[in-house]
C-alpha cells in the first residue's frame, strides 16, 4: 500500500511564501513523475509543475518564474516552494506520483489527500 502524505498549506499573505511538502511511503520501487496540481472553489483541477525523475520541471504559465518544483529521490518526497503568493493562488493543492511498486509490474498514479493554500488581500 502507498500513501502520499502532504504538509505546508496554510494562511499566508499575499507577496509571501510557503513550501509545500509529499512524501510517499510503502512498498515502492520507483518514482517517475512527481507533480503538484490545485483545484480552486468552482473551478477544475489543474496542473501546477511536475518533475521527471532525471529532474526536467514544467510549470503552468500562471506560476512560472514564482514557484519552484523539486524532489528528494531518496526520500521519496517532492516539495514546491511559492513564492511572490497571489490571492488566485488560493486553492487545494494536491501532490501526485506516478510510482511502480514492483520491478517487473506496471506504473499506477497515486494522489495526496490535498493541502489548503489561502492567500489574503
Known amino acids: 500500500q502507498v500513501q502520499l502524505v502532504e504538509s505546508g498549506g496554510g494562511l499566508v499573505q499575499a507577496g509571501g511564501s510557503l513550501r509545500l511538502s509529499c512524501a510517499a511511503s510503502?512498498?515502492?520501487?520507483?518514482?517517475?513523475?512527481m507533480g503538484w496540481y490545485r483545484q480552486a472553489p468552482g473551478k477544475q483541477r489543474e496542473r501546477v509543475a511536475q518533475i521527471t525523475s532525471g529532474g526536467s520541471t514544467n510549470y503552468a504559465d500562471s506560476v512560472k518564474g514564482r514557484f519552484t518544483i523539486s524532489r528528494d529521490s531518496a526520500k521519496n518526497t517532492v516539495y514546491l516552494q511559492m513564492n511572490s503568493l497571489k490571492h488566485e493562488d488560493t486553492a487545494d493543492y494536491y501532490c501526485?506520483?506516478?510510482?511502480?511498486?514492483?520491478?517487473?509490474?506496471?506504473?499506477?498514479?497515486?494522489w495526496g489527500q490535498g493541502t489548503q493554500v489561502t492567500v489574503s488581500t
Open positions: 510503502g512498498s515502492i520501487f520507483s518514482i517517475s513523475l
Open positions: 501526485q506520483m506516478i510510482i511502480v511498486v514492483v520491478s517487473t509490474g506496471p506504473s499506477y498514479k497515486y
